[in-house]
C-alpha cells in the first residue's frame, strides 16, 4: 500500500512538471526592466547629454532587448538611440549634443492600433516618434544588426531619448512612453521542467517494469 502510494505521488509530481514546463517558458519569457508611462523631460534635451533621458542595460550572450516607444502628447516628438556604455560616458562627461552622434544598429517595426504589424521594418540606428503618429515603434536590440537581422554583442549599453516640443512656447516638456523588457530564462525553465518531469515518468515507469519483472520471476 506504501509503494502504491509512493508510485502515485511521483507519477503526480512528475506531471506537474510537464504542466509547469510551458506556463513557466511564457511567464519568464521576458523580464520587463522599464514601464513607465509618462516619462517627462525638457526639450533642451536636444543640446546635450546631461539633460536627456538616460537607461542603462546589459546583454549576455544570445540576449537581447524588446523596446516600445512612443510619445504621449500632441505637438511632442522624441528621439531614441542606443549607445555602448563607454561611448556615453565619455560623451556625457562632454555633454556632447545627442543630435550629433550616431547609435547603434538596432531593427524595427511600427506597430499601429487597429491593424496588423506595419511593414514598414528595418535596421536603423535611431527612431523618432512624431506627435501625429499612431501606436508606437517596437524596437529588438542585441549589440548590432546584419541587414535586418540581430548579431549578439554582450556588453554594457544605454538607452538615450531626446525630444522636441512644437507646442505653445510656454510649455518645453517632452512626454514619450517607453517600455524595456530582456530575454529572461523562459526557454532555460520550460527545458529543465520537461527533462525532470520527463525523467521522473521514465524512472517511475523503469520502476514499475523492474518490480514485475521481480514479481514474475518469483513467481516461476
Known sequence: MKRKLIVKIVLILGIVFLILAPILGYTTD???LLDQKPIVINEDSEDGLQKSFAFPFSLESH?????EFSVYYANVSATLKIFGRGFYD???????????LTGLDFVYSQFVWGQSPSTYTGSDNERTFLYDEDGYWYIEFAGDTSGDYLISIPGSYVIV????????PSDTTVSFNLVVKIDGPGDFLEELFYYI???VIGLLVLFISYSYYKKFKGGR
Not at 540576449?63 to 523596446?67: R, T
Not at 562627461?93 to 550629433?100: D, F, R, V
Not at 531619448?161 to 505653445?168: A, F, K, L, S, T
Open 197 to 199: 518531469g520527463a525523467g
Open 63 to 67: 540576449q537581447k532587448i524588446s523596446i
Open 161 to 168: 531619448v531626446y525630444g522636441d516640443n512644437n507646442g505653445p
Open 90 to 100: 565619455q560623451r556625457y562627461s562632454l555633454n556632447s549634443s545627442p543630435t550629433g
Open 30 to 32: 521576458k523580464l520587463v
